[in-house]
């Protein structure tokens, strides 16, 4: 009896585990995103963002064997106790142009939740719930709806998104 | 062209980059690895000494040109690759959980060493084209089988 896979919903998470001396500073890009809030515009190249994308890139070439091509980035800002929209990156009606994966980061977060929908075969509207942590990150296709939660009073949340092809 | 393979957290190699050599001379112009892995930590946001010098030219401990003492960390670093300081070796994936390695040649062994020569009847057979014999390893009965691809 043989069995193939001929579709599956990856979910890669961890930390972002760089040398000593070579950290993600995340203060850093946590200012980058309320620059591109304040002044909406794109959320800008820096060493650290390099840092983070060429580690992602890397690693998930190394463990799983693709490549992943940057699409685009942005951040975002979640007050006290709010819960995002659905969140779908990708595009219905161009999929040619959308992208394969959503990667989160969490770059200030706390008490900070993924919530993940998914089908499975016939048993539809099932959800993954998963924390996002300070320096940890999600990947998950981009074909998946998502919502972000802030789940405590007194902070806000700053998440970075970026979403890639795979070759 | 100067290789440095970059080496991950966990030992393994997550990248291969080239450059010019001209980019590792020292004072005295002569190519220093210190050198080139100081350049790479600069342009690359990863520590020097997580830039480890590879041979294009080296594979198996031995060196393309024919002048083994060319040869350089055992094989040319691939993404993927285990690098082992103790023995200065980049080493490939381990192709079965029972094989060991080998350091005199960089590469992996069977424990109960290569596979054995073809008989000669079989040889004949493999230039004449009728068969196609070779040797697979089989890792649950631990030994050699010989098989016929065209069979």
């Given at each position: 009896m043989h069995?193939?896979?001929?579709?599956?919903?990856?979910l890669h998470y961890g930390t972002i585990d760089m040398p000593k001396g070579f950290e993600i500073d995340r203060d850093k890009l946590k200012s980058d995103i309320l620059s591109s809030q304040i002044k909406n515009s794109k959320f800008p190249y820096s060493r650290n963002w390099d840092m983070l994308n060429t580690y992602m890139r890397e690693h998930i070439n190394v463990e799983h064997g693709f490549t992943l091509i940057n699409k685009e980035t942005w951040g975002n800002v979640y007050k006290p106790k709010e819960v995002s929209i659905p969140l779908l990156n990708i595009d219905p009606v161009d999929l040619r142009n959308s992208p394969d994966y959503t990667f989160l980061y969490?770059?200030?977060?706390?008490?900070?939740?993924?919530?993940?929908?998914?089908?499975?075969?016939?048993?539809?509207?099932?959800?993954?719930?998963?924390?996002?942590?300070?320096?940890?990150?999600?990947?998950f296709p981009s074909t998946q709806m998502y919502y972000i939660t802030n789940n405590q009073t007194d902070s806000l949340n700053f998440i970075l998104t970026t979403t890639y092809e795979f070759i | 062209m100067a290789h440095f393979a970059k080496i991950g957290m966990n030992g393994k190699v997550i990248g291969v980059l080239t450059f010019g050599n001209g980019d590792m001379l020292?004072?005295?112009?002569?190519?220093?690895e210190s050198v080139g892995q100081q350049y790479l930590e600069r342009h690359n946001n990863w520590p020097a000494?997580?830039?480890i010098q590879t041979s294009y030219n080296t594979r198996n401990n031995t060196h393309s040109s024919g002048d083994n003492s060319k040869a350089l960390r055992g094989n040319y670093a691939g993404i993927g690759y285990e690098w082992d300081e103790d023995n200065n070796i980049f080493w490939p994936k381990k192709p079965y959980a029972s094989w060991v390695k080998n350091?005199?040649?960089a590469s992996w062994?069977?424990?109960?060493?290569?596979?054995?020569?073809?008989?000669a009847e079989q040889e004949s057979q493999n230039t004449a084209g009728t068969h196609k014999w070779y040797y697979v390893w089989n890792e649950a009965g631990q030994s050699w089988d010989v098989r016929d691809e065209k069979a």
């Open positions: 069995k193939k896979v001929l579709s599956e919903i990856d969490g770059v200030n977060v706390k008490d900070c939740s993924v919530r993940i929908h998914y089908d499975q075969n016939r048993r539809a509207g099932r959800s993954w719930d998963i924390p996002l942590e300070n320096n940890g990150f999600i990947m | 020292n004072a005295d112009g002569v190519e220093d000494p997580m830039w350091t005199t040649t062994d069977s424990p109960i060493g290569d596979a054995p020569a073809l008989t």
